[in-house]
């Protein structure tokens, strides 16, 4: 297997939580999974493959995000006024809902597989503030892991 980018990153807990990466060279919604017993996340994921439409309003609603976090890094603006608000932008909101039912549209193909992630190096920021990116090797998950139904 060979690591993939992962292209925008919705929940941030010690690494990428939720969030799309490719998955042979595909772009998939994830979803690591919480391990209750050991109280951490572990490097399983649910991951579900997203159409075209999905996609494009995904890259959407990130432009929103990075030009937010931009004005914040810059000074121009606090975490309060957060997109999701609706105080930046308002069609952020209206994007996530048109996401979420993207991804719900294609649930039953949802799969658990095992994620290793790594920072991707790049050249000077990404935008404004921004300097990490990460990516991600996808590998069948172990017996004791669970069937994939449970991902769904």
Request: aromatic fraction near 14%; hydrophobic fraction near 35%; glycine fraction near 8%.
């Amino acid at each position: 297997m060979a690591y993939e980018p992962i292209h925008m990153t919705w929940d941030y807990w010690d690494g990428p939580r939720t969030g799309i990466a490719d998955c042979e060279g595909r772009p998939h919604y994830f979803s690591c999974l919480f391990d209750p017993q050991q109280e951490e996340y572990r490097d399983l994921f649910a991951i579900t493959p997203i159409d075209a439409e999905t996609w494009h309003w995904a890259q959407q609603h990130w432009a929103i995000w990075q030009r937010w976090e931009a004005e914040v890094n810059a000074g121009r603006l606090t975490p309060e006024s957060h997109p999701k608000y609706g105080h930046f932008d308002p069609r952020y909101t209206e994007l996530e809902a048109l996401i979420d039912s993207g991804i719900d549209r294609l649930r039953d193909q949802t799969v658990r597989r095992r994620g290793a992630l790594r920072r991707r190096a790049v050249e000077g920021e990404l935008f404004p503030g921004q300097w990490n990116r990460y990516e991600i090797e996808w590998s069948a998950p172990l017996a004791d892991d669970g069937p994939d139904e449970g991902a769904k």
